[in-house]
C-alpha cells in the first residue's frame, strides 16, 4: 500500500485513496482515524500499523489548519511516516450532505430486517448515514 514519499522525521505523508481517484496526497503533522471499533490518532515516528476503518471522520492536521474527511470504510496502513488510507468513498467535510444522510438514516431506521443478512445492511446503512451527519455537524 505505501509509496516511497520522501517525509521529514516531524513530517507525516498522507495518501487517501478511493476506487476512482487519489482524493488527497499531502504532508501533515497529524493523522486522525475512524477506526471500526473508536478513533486512532496518528503522529510522526509512530509504530506500523493495520486497521480496518468505520465511517466516520477523517482529519489531517498541517500546521494550524485541518482538513475534514468523511470516509466511508475501508483500510488504513501505516509504515515510515507514510499514512495510506484505501476507502470507498472519501468526501471533504463541506460537500457531505446532511439533508440526504439524514433521510439515509429515516430510511434505514423504517426498514425492517428479518435475518442476519437484512441486519447487517441496515446496521451498515444507520452507521453510514450517522457517521455523515456527524462530519457534516462538524465541518458547519
Known amino acids: ?59 489531517v492536521r498541517t500546521g494550524g489548519n485541518t482538513r475534514r474527511y468523511y470516509v466511508d470504510g475501508g483500510f488504513v496502513q501505516v509504515v515510515d511516516n507514510v499514512v495510506s488510507v484505501l476507502s470507498n468513498r472519501a468526501i471533504p467535510a463541506e460537500k457531505v450532505d446532511s439533508t440526504a444522510a439524514a433521510e439515509q438514516l429515516s430510511a434505514a431506521l423504517a426498514r425492517p430486517a428479518a435475518g442476519r443478512e437484512e441486519l447487517a445492511i441496515r446496521d451498515r446503512q444507520v452507521n453510514q448515514a450517522r457517521g455523515q451527519l456527524r462530519v457534516a455537524a462538524r465541518a458547519h
Not at 500500500?1 to 522525521?9: D, I, K, N, V, Y
Open 1 to 59: 500500500m505505501a509509496e516511497s514519499h520522501p517525509t521529514t522525521a516531524g513530517t507525516l505523508q498522507c495518501i487517501v485513496v478511493t476506487p476512482e481517484t487519489t482524493v488527497l496526497d499531502t504532508p501533515a503533522d497529524f493523522v486522525a482515524l475512524p477506526l471500526f471499533d473508536g478513533e486512532a490518532g496518528v503522529a510522526p515516528g509512530r509504530a506500523p500499523l493495520i486497521g480496518r476503518l468505520g465511517y466516520g471522520e477523517l482529519r
